[in-house]
């Protein structure tokens, strides 16, 4: 059974291009969670989806970020016109119910 | 906004040491967890805890969490170089947003 996986691993964008993350939850898994770690920081939540429903986005930027979890296919992060500041590692983990989280390797991306 | 403490920040040993790093809550932990984050890696859950004084061990790691909730230490034996890692403790409240403390960086040289 494959874990969660994230793509890519590493993206490098300039400043105001946009990112799009990747998160493909484990099998059987409907929950996915964003998280986002900036340097010599904790995990910060950002988003919690459901498939094609977004439960809790307290976390997330008001303006430039959007995140989706379709019915098929994996759930993305969308950074548009990025910014140096978005420069942080990103991570998804996904559950079958409310329950433990398993978390993916993260995407790092670096906003040059 | 629930705030949790870390401490130490960073820890360097050698093999064979024993440690202990803290986590402190502003607030009373509603399910405390601790993770292990390795370099390149998401993190790892190691334990969860919910009751005050509660003991848990898993091989050379004691976890402890304090009788008011508000605190929880992870204590290593004999560390390893495999035990180095970003030692992270989160609190899931009642919503979903598990929340995070900073971490302890621990390097276990050979």
């Known amino acids: 059974n494959a874990g969660v996986m994230q793509n890519p691993r590493h993206l490098v964008r300039r400043r105001g291009q946009e990112a799009r993350l990747r998160c493909s939850p484990m099998?059987?898994?409907?929950?996915v969670y964003w998280y986002r770690q900036l340097p010599e920081e904790g995990l910060k939540f950002m988003v919690y989806?459901?498939?094609?429903?977004?439960?809790?986005e307290s976390g997330m930027p008001k303006e430039r970020f959007s995140a989706e979890f379709p019915k098929e296919g994996p759930s993305i992060l969308r950074i548009q016109q990025v910014v140096r500041g978005d420069s942080a590692a990103y991570f998804c983990?996904?559950?079958?119910?409310?329950?433990?989280?398993?978390f993916g390797p993260g995407t790092r991306l670096t906003v040059t | 906004t629930q705030l949790l403490e870390q401490s130490p920040q960073f820890l360097s040993i050698q093999e064979g040491e024993n440690l202990t790093v803290y986590c402190n809550s502003s607030?009373?932990?509603?399910?405390l967890q601790w993770y292990r984050q390795e370099p390149g890696e998401g993190p790892v859950l190691l334990v969860t805890?919910?009751?005050?004084?509660e003991v848990k061990k898993l091989k050379r790691l004691t976890f402890q969490f304090g009788d008011a909730r508000k605190d929880s230490s992870l204590h290593i034996t004999a560390a390893q170089p495999g035990d180095t890692g970003l030692y992270l403790c989160?609190?899931?409240?009642?919503?979903?947003?598990?929340?995070f403390g900073k971490g302890t960086k621990l390097t276990v040289n050979p």
């Open positions: 983990a996904s559950s079958r119910a409310r329950d433990y989280r398993y």
């Open positions: 099998k059987g898994h409907s929950h």
């Open positions: 989806l459901q498939k094609e429903n977004i439960i809790d």
């Open positions: 607030s009373v932990f509603s399910s």
């Open positions: 805890v919910v009751t005050g004084g």
């Open positions: 989160a609190d899931q409240g009642g919503s979903e947003k598990l929340v």
